[in-house]
């Protein structure tokens, strides 16, 4: 199975500033295709996840642009360039071009 | 709107089964796929398996084969997870995804159901 590892595991930013984190995949998540099957998940308190980006950097449908997506192959980022309140919550990186898909074990974001 | 809405919570006995409702609206359902995850107890994410809404064809996660069987009703556009043979470490949020095909694959989930509780306990 394609192991997930995100960095960090929990971060405390305070409102206005900038928040990055790393996912980092086992294995190449890069399709013959053409394509990179790595996706960014927020899971708020008491919510279902939901999409934030997909195929590394492609923003979801009503996802805000201080959100944004980078790498290739085996190395992730995803950076808020300003947090909100509205962000807390933990947020997921996921593969999906090997079965079985496989997620991160989650950073969780909290507000200073 | 999209919208995925599961079945309300259920506690079952070790050894039992369960089976879980997804009732999808606001797309045609059999133009993607459903996709399941759960989430233990202050725990993340796993990925069980897919569907296609279009054929019925399923990918299951290995750890789960022969235990859990994915299956959709076109006619109501819901989509339904059975996992039998119930174990305490079964107990978990399950949800639903709707799921995007992509190169022979449902790899992308973009619309989530609200979960569902499933509790296993003598």
Known sequence: DIVMTQTPLSLSVTPGQPASISCKS???LLHSDGKTYLYWYLQ?????????IYEVSNRFSGVPDRFSGSGSGTDFTLKISRVE????????CMQSIQLPYTFGQGTKLEIK | ??????????????????KVSCKASGYTFTS???SWVR????QGLEWMGWISAYNGNTNYAQKLQGRV???TDTSTSTAYMELRSLRSDDTAVYYCARANRQSGSYRRFDYWGQGTLVTVSS
């Not at chain 2, 709107?1 to 369960?18: C, D, R």
């Open chain 1, 44 to 52: 708020k308190p008491g919510q279902s996840p939901q999409l934030l």
């Open chain 1, 85 to 92: 309140a509205e962000d807390v919550g933990v947020y997921y």
């Open chain 1, 26 to 28: 086992s294995q190449s």
């Open chain 2, 1 to 18: 709107q999209v919208q995925l809405v599961q079945s309300g919570a259920e506690v079952k006995k070790p050894g039992a089964s369960v």
């Open chain 2, 39 to 42: 989430q233990a107890p202050g």
């Open chain 2, 32 to 34: 993607y796929g459903i």
């Open chain 2, 69 to 71: 069987t994915m299956t």
